[in-house]
């Protein structure tokens, strides 16, 4: 089993809708959380970082963090086309991990 | 803001060359930076990590004499890919961890994407 499991997608979505992105991960000694957004040929942007357990808001964006269920979701609202663009996950155990990432989810907002 | 720039965006080079791409933090210092490797499709898999001013640390499996690191200064890192293969073709992505935050926050560059002929 991988260390952290994401789907790859795509995912599309109609302009407007709530996307749901999530992974899952096996080693429950990760206690730090990202998301990164990666446009076609970029590099990562970081979008949020959650450390531990719980939600986190910023604008259109929400982390969610269970770390009972090994489970990390990222909500995006009212979705624009300018959102369209893989989305990683990333985790790490502590300040001498390193980060850990998730293979990405294509999404696809269309207008 | 913390922003990171990698040169060149796009290295094309005949097989057995070598290739230097730069990273460099432009608008803070950098304890750590990293060195990352994206084939099409698949996720950043780290190549290697480096602090400024001692030698970088190798992930299992990434030939250290191959992809050679120097970290000169707080500020720039470079990655040589020594006689480079088609093999060798890839994203080469870099990041680095600010001085005053925890080493968990990393800033990516916008990759260097390399083709080896």
């Known amino acids: 089993q991988k260390e952290v499991e994401q789907d790859p997608g795509p995912l599309s979505v109609p302009e407007g809708a709530i996307v749901s992105l999530n992974c899952t991960y096996s080693?429950?000694?990760?206690?730090?959380f990202m998301w990164y957004r990666q446009y076609s040929r970029k590099g990562p942007e970081l979008l949020m970082y959650t450390y531990s357990s719980g939600n986190k808001e910023d604008g259109r964006f929400t982390a969610q963090v269970d770390k009972s269920s090994k489970y990390i979701s990222l909500f995006i609202r009212d979705s624009q086309p300018s959102d369209s663009a893989t989305y990683l996950c990333a985790m790490t155990r502590g300040s001498q991990g390193n980060l850990i990432f998730g293979k990405g989810t294509k999404l696809s907002v269309k207008p | 803001g913390a922003v990171v720039s990698q040169h060149p965006s796009w290295v094309i080079c005949k097989s057995g060359t070598s290739v230097k791409i730069e990273c460099r933090s432009l608008d803070f210092q950098a304890t750590t930076m990293f060195w990352y490797r994206q084939f099409p499709k698949q996720s950043l898999m780290l190549m290697a990590t480096?602090?400024?001013?001692?030698?970088?640390?190798?992930e299992q499996g990434v030939e250290k004499d191959k992809f050679l690191i120097n970290h000169a200064s707080l500020t720039l890192s470079t990655l040589t890919v020594t006689s480079a293969h088609p093999e060798d073709s890839s994203f080469y992505i870099c990041?680095?961890?600010?001085?005053?935050?925890?080493?968990?926050?990393?800033?990516f560059g916008p990759g260097t994407r390399l083709l080896v002929l």
């Open positions: 480096s602090n400024e001013g001692s030698k970088a640390t190798y």
């Open positions: 080693n429950s000694a990760f206690q730090y």
């Open positions: 990041s680095a961890s600010k001085a005053s935050e925890i080493e968990e926050t990393q800033y």
